[in-house]
């Protein structure tokens, strides 16, 4: 599979590189390599099974968010600030109230009849 960049060079997918970009925002998160190699893992599983032979660097990115979001929340909005140009606190109060929402849905009891 072959990875589409911003600049249209056409460069063959790497776990490493999907790991690397994720590094910078796992730094003093208790985040270890080996939880890279998973979620890079995970992102390859994921664009893989969209069956393309070419994908762009915004589809990894979207890939990526999931499965980090999942490792560790900090590094996950560190991540989606850069890549989805968070430009305000605003956009930051945004991602955490949804954040927040989604915890208060998993921990919500289930309804019985």
Same mark, same amino acid.
């Given at each position: ?16 590189k ?6 910078? $925002? ?5 985040v270890?390599?080996? =939880? /890279? $190699?998973?979620?890079a ?8 099974q969209t069956?393309?032979s070419?994908?762009?660097t915004?589809?990894i990115? /979207?890939s990526? /968010?999931?499965?980090?979001?999942e /490792?560790d929340?900090?590094a ?7 890549y ?6 605003? =956009? ?7 954040l927040?929402a989604?915890?208060?849905? =998993?921990?919500?009891p $289930? =309804?019985?009849?």
């Open positions: 599979m072959n990875v589409i960049k911003r600049s249209g060079v056409v460069e063959p997918f790497s776990r490493e999907v790991a690397s970009g994720v590094r910078k $925002a796992c730094q003093g998160r208790p270890t390599e080996g =939880d /890279l $190699a998973m979620l893992q995970k992102v390859e599983e994921v664009v893989r069956g393309a070419q994908i762009d915004n589809e990115g /979207l990526i /968010l999931g499965p980090l979001r /490792l929340e900090v996950y909005l560190r991540f989606a600030s850069v989805q140009a968070f430009e305000s606190l605003e =956009d930051f109060e945004s991602s955490i109230a949804q927040r989604d915890h208060q849905a =998993d921990t919500r $289930a =309804d019985s009849e």
